[in-house]
């Protein structure tokens, strides 16, 4: 959490007002989460997820620094966490053949597919959106609707059904990706769409029949979200790792709209329909790929300075790109946030060399030159077999001054486990997805490279 707290306040520098949240989604690895705490027996990811409390809190403060967070459920496809629900001894008959496959709902009417889909997707809508403490508290939420291939009637009827409970029920904005889930025709007329609380986000023309010139004639806002300038880290299927500064300093634009493959459109500046525009980073590979929230920092940061350029005002006439990266690195990441993106400080290769055998104050001291001392809590020294050793009861850990380490690296230590000690042990993690065994309920979760594993 504390990273998507830094990325708010670095998103403010640079004056941008929205920052869209996806809960859910699917990797190519067949890895799928859901990162929020709910009600619904086995929908949250065990190998990390955000408490109730502690994305309301989020949100709050977002809006403390002027930014609203738009929160993604996502579905109709990307929607492997949903279908998995059925797979589980315990699961009741409403969360069984949810899929036409892996990661796409069946949303036809055959044997009440649709039914059950939406009944779970409601579920979900009143467990986050309702009640008189709502989790999502802000005034806009994204329902998704990309990449879904079966037939688009039923993408329709997903769709109508999913806006009307959110702008009608909720009294929220409804945000979504370009599909024709949101192109009118005869068998949903446009009056069955609550158009005036809709905003399509544009990532790919190809989606929309008739492409997003379609959309925007049927009367919806549109976000330019581009997908040419994509990125997924490891560059992944063509796009972008980092992103190509230069070229997207001189092209990005609110009505540029022409798409990877350069079928779109070049809208005027300043079109009535455009309301805004975003930048992506889409982590196709998986959390567990090696990369830490620094690395992800990096490239974001190849973004964002070019957005906020773009919309809030437009490319400087006769301005080199040379000379707006300077710019750029003259205003820096703002105040407070250089552990986004600078390496640690070290004399040499060890970070840290901690004394486990002396304890003052709560403190032990680092050995390796870098006086990295770290904070002892609810531990005390005991008698070892090989003189004094740090103990802890259960509850008590020892947290370092920095909040990850740059991937990879080597931990170290001595370990005694009491023959009472009974259940799974977090030898350490870092403020990211807390690290567990390499195998749960016999499979593999894809955390092979940065685990250590403990039999009992």
């Not at 158009?195 to 986000?201: E, G, R, T």
């Not at 063509?238 to 990005?252: C, M, P, Q, R």
């Not at 380490?405 to 009472?420: Q, S």
Request: hydrophobic content about 35%; aromatic content about 14%; glycine content about 8%.
């Amino acid at each position: 959490m504390w990273y998507l707290e830094d990325m708010i306040k670095y998103a403010s520098w640079f004056k941008l007002t929205d920052f869209q949240a996806h809960i859910n989604e699917d990797t190519f690895n067949d890895y799928s989460a859901f990162r929020l705490e709910s009600d619904i027996p086995h929908l949250t990811s065990t190998d990390g997820y955000y408490t109730k409390d502690e994305y309301r809190d989020f949100q709050k403060h977002a809006q403390n620094y002027g930014i609203r967070v738009i929160t993604e459920i996502d579905g109709p496809a990307h929607a492997r966490r949903f279908i998995e629900l059925g797979n589980y001894e315990d699961s009741p008959e409403k969360y069984k053949n949810l899929g036409l496959d892996g990661t796409h709902f069946n949303l036809s009417n055959d044997s009440g597919a649709r039914d059950r889909v939406l009944g779970l997707m409601d579920e979900i809508l009143e467990e986050f959106l309702g009640g008189d403490d709502p989790v999502i508290i802000t005034d806009a939420f994204n329902i998704g609707m990309d990449e879904y291939f079966g037939n688009q009637d039923d993408l329709r009827a997903y769709a109508v059904h999913m806006y009307d409970q959110v702008v009608n029920k909720y009294h929220k904005t409804a945000f979504a990706w370009d599909s024709n889930a949101s192109l009118a025709n005869a068998s949903y007329p446009a009056e069955s769409y609550p158009m005036d609380d809709i905003v399509i986000n544009f990532w790919k023309w190809e989606e929309v029949s008739g492409g997003m010139k379609a959309l925007m004639d049927q009367g919806y806002k549109v976000v330019n979200g581009d997908h040419r300038w994509y990125i997924v880290p490891g560059a992944q299927i063509g796009f972008y790792d980092y992103a190509n500064e230069e070229k997207l300093y001189n092209e990005v634009s609110a009505g540029n709209m022409v798409g990877w493959y350069g079928n779109g459109t070049i809208f005027p500046e300043g079109h009535p329909s455009i309301v805004g525009g975003n930048m992506l980073i889409w982590n196709d590979r998986g959390m567990f790929a090696g990369y830490t929230v620094n690395d992800i920092f990096a490239r974001q940061r190849s973004q964002y300075p070019y957005l906020s350029q773009a919309y809030w005002y437009g490319h400087e006439e006769n301005e080199a790109f040379s000379e707006f990266k300077e710019k750029v690195n003259t205003v820096g990441v703002g105040p407070g946030l250089d552990n986004l993106y600078k390496d640690i400080d070290s004399q040499g290769e060890v970070v840290y060399n901690f004394d486990m055998e002396s304890l003052e104050n709560n403190v032990v001291k680092d050995n390796s030159g870098n006086n990295y001392d770290a904070t002892v809590v609810n531990g005390q020294l005991t008698n070892g077999k090989d003189g004094k050793q740090l103990t802890f009861n259960g509850d008590g850990y020892i947290e370092t001054q920095h909040k990850a380490l740059k991937w990879p690296y080597t931990a170290v230590f001595d370990l005694t486990i009491d023959t009472d000690q009974t259940g799974d042990i977090t030898l350490f993690e870092e403020i990211m997805p807390e690290q567990e065994c390499v195998k749960k309920d016999g499979n593999e979760t894809g955390q092979e490279k940065s685990v250590i594993v403990l039999k009992e």
